[in-house]
């Protein structure tokens, strides 16, 4: 079983809505979590990166949030734009050997 | 700009014939790399992990004299496709660790593979 699981799979949202993505993970000894963008046949991009001590870190209209007790991560888009269409990973680090555990990934599609 | 280069963007290669893509670190050293898989829809697979000086590590599952990997620098990793096969088309995608940067992992731009 994954250790990084998102939700939704897939969802679509006007253009200007808000919209929350989940990530859930069992990945242990925790080290950091990362939400990256990553554009249809392009490489992840970082948008935040957060450690066991941190509730939440923001990247312009991207916010995201951990609770490390209960191993929960979201992602928080504001006032999308269409320029937000992608796919949206979880990617969770074990502490030590620093191996990562990728989610399968959000698809956002920001519609007009 | 991007940290992570690779090269080249996109390949088409014919069956049975091998292929070698790079992965630079363009600003740090990186003494770890990573391969990844990607199919479309999917989630990135990591398929080997590269460590400057020494043998690559694979993961379950990943045929090593298939996918040959090198990490002969500080700042380059290569993925060679051998005898590639048209099932091997895919995304593939590298990836380095700046140590320097609290263990922040850059990911290339991803290297589409089509084998005719």
């Known amino acids: 079983k994954n250790q990084v699981e998102q939700s939704p799979q897939s969802l679509i949202i006007l253009e200007g809505k808000n919209c929350t993505l989940q990530c859930n993970y069992t990945v242990s000894p925790f080290s950091n979590l990362r939400w990256y963008k990553q554009d249809t046949g392009r490489g992840p991009v970082s948008l935040t990166i957060m450690t066991f001590s941190e509730n939440t870190k923001s990247n312009g209209r991207y916010t995201a949030t951990l609770d490390a007790d209960t191993k929960q991560s979201s992602l928080h888009i504001t006032a999308s734009q269409l320029s937000d269409s992608a796919s949206y990973i979880c990617?969770?680090?074990?502490?030590?050997?620093?191996?990562?555990?990728f989610g399968a990934g959000t698809t956002v599609t920001v519609r007009a | 700009g991007a940290v992570v280069s690779q090269h080249p963007s996109r390949v088409i290669c014919k069956s049975g014939t091998s292929v070698k893509i790079e992965c630079r670190s363009l600003?740090?050293?990186?003494?770890?790399m990573f391969w990844y898989r990607q199919f479309p829809k999917q989630s990135l697979m990591l398929m080997a992990t590269?460590?400057?000086?020494?043998?690559?590590?694979?993961e379950q599952g990943v045929e090593k004299d298939k996918f040959l990997i090198n990490h002969a620098s500080l700042t380059l990793s290569t993925l060679t496709v051998t005898s590639a096969h048209p099932e091997d088309s895919s995304f593939y995608i590298c990836?380095?660790?700046?140590?320097?940067?609290?263990?922040?992992?850059?990911f290339g731009e991803g290297s589409w593979l089509t084998v005719v």
């Open positions: 590269s460590n400057e000086g020494s043998k690559a590590t694979y």
């Open positions: 990836s380095a660790r700046d140590l320097g940067q609290g263990n922040t992992i850059y």
């Open positions: 600003d740090f050293q990186a003494t770890t």
């Open positions: 990617v969770v680090s074990r502490s030590g050997d620093y191996k990562l555990s």
